[in-house]
């Protein structure tokens, strides 16, 4: 099996960045006042820390997404971010992985990305605040307001 470059911090950033599909979803879910997890990108990796929640496959919208967060549990993207895979997941990752992390949603944040590779998005509904995981690093994304 061919292994695929995982997304670098930058590469994840654009991807959120204010106007696209992503980004809409994540607005949604500020503007909601609710929490989110979530991971994008999907292979064994990831499915062998995921409990429960259920499968979709399903095409990604902001609206799907904000909905989905709701039940809060994870929601699991395709790697390029255009399909909702899972949703309603508990993430389970190894917690012997160090983080500096206080936060329930933030901690399995930042050990999912460590684990898979993958970049993994928190939404912190107390704060407000967009904080994204990937390769170890930590990134808190600005608001719309502030970017433009």
Not at 80 to 99: E, F, K, Y
């Amino acid at each position: 099996m061919v292994q695929l470059a995982r997304p670098t911090l930058r590469e994840t950033i654009a991807r959120l960045a204010p106007g696209t599909a992503l980004r809409d979803g994540l607005e949604r879910i500020l503007r909601g006042r609710t929490g989110a997890l979530i991971v994008i990108g999907y292979d064994d990796s990831v499915e062998a820390i995921c409990d429960g929640g259920f499968s979709l496959d399903v095409r990604y919208a902001p609206t799907r997404l904000r909905e989905l967060s709701k039940m809060d549990g994870a929601v699991v993207l395709s790697s390029d971010g255009g399909r909702i895979v899972r949703a309603n997941v508990q993430l389970v990752p190894d917690p012997s992985i160090s983080t500096e992390e206080s936060g329930t949603r933030h901690r399995s944040a930042e050990r999912t990305a460590i684990q898979t590779g993958y970049p993994v998005i928190s939404v912190s509904h107390s704060m407000s605040i967009v904080t994204v995981y990937v390769a170890g690093e930590r990134h808190v994304i600005p608001d719309s307001a502030t970017i433009l």
